[in-house]
């Protein structure tokens, strides 16, 4: 698996995001059963950029804390079918990775939330890398139904690694 993870900010935090990114992105996989390699794009940004990219994308003109761009269109979620017509858009021709899709995160509103909820910044981190993941997977949360079926995920995958809400960075 492939993990392009950049960031653009120069904020330096006290563990691997790399690491942290890989982590909670196989777990997330491993759990919906991805029978892929997989590639995953992540960039950290800042508030002024997640909102240019919010407006650009979603023509939404306000900051907002992850952003996902699914690669893949899922008649269900984690259920990664992927039509023979549509698999030179999907795999990467190089690698043979499934892409995925893009994660962009803000790292100002990683470090608000961590501070609002009481709880690290790893975790803050990885909880919404889950979270996007699982969009990545072809989840949403639209409705009360989706948002639960998502916030557990999360909360499992989250505590199988450990990253609970009182552990420290």
């Given at each position: 698996?492939t993990?392009?993870?950049?960031?653009?900010?120069?904020?330096?935090?006290?563990?691997?995001?790399?690491e942290?990114?890989?982590?909670?992105?196989?777990?997330?996989?491993?759990?919906?059963?991805?029978?892929?390699?997989?590639?995953?794009?992540?960039?950290?940004?800042?508030?002024?950029?997640?909102?240019?990219?919010?407006?650009?994308?979603?023509?939404?003109?306000?900051?907002?804390?992850?952003?996902?761009?699914?690669?893949?269109?899922?008649?269900t979620?984690?259920?990664?079918?992927?039509?023979?017509q549509?698999?030179?858009?999907?795999?990467?021709?190089?690698?043979g990775?499934?892409?995925?899709?893009?994660?962009?995160?803000?790292?100002?509103?990683?470090?608000d939330?961590?501070r609002?909820y009481?709880?690290?910044?790893?975790?803050?981190?990885?909880?919404?890398?889950?979270?996007?993941?699982?969009h990545?997977?072809?989840?949403?949360?639209?409705?009360?139904?989706?948002?639960?079926?998502?916030?557990?995920?999360?909360?499992?995958?989250?505590?199988?690694?450990?990253i609970?809400?009182?552990?420290?960075?």
């Amino acid at each position: 698996m492939t993990f392009y993870v950049e960031n653009e900010t120069g904020v330096v935090y006290p563990f691997s995001v790399e690491e942290t990114v890989e982590a909670v992105a196989e777990a997330v996989l491993e759990a919906e059963g991805c029978p892929y390699e997989v590639q995953v794009n992540v960039l950290l940004t800042d508030n002024p950029g997640i909102r240019e990219f919010n407006r650009q994308y979603r023509q939404m003109d306000r900051e907002t804390d992850v952003l996902s761009f699914p690669n893949l269109e899922y008649e269900t979620p984690g259920y990664f079918e992927i039509p023979s017509q549509q698999e030179a858009d999907c795999f990467d021709p190089d690698s043979g990775e499934l892409i995925l899709g893009d994660i962009i995160l803000s790292v100002d509103r990683i470090a608000d939330q961590a501070r609002q909820y009481g709880h690290s910044l790893r975790r803050e981190l990885a909880f919404l890398v889950a979270h996007s993941m699982l969009h990545l997977c072809g989840y949403d949360h639209m409705a009360p139904e989706e948002a639960a079926v998502m916030e557990q995920k999360q909360e499992q995958i989250l505590t199988q690694l450990g990253i609970t809400r009182d552990m420290a960075d």
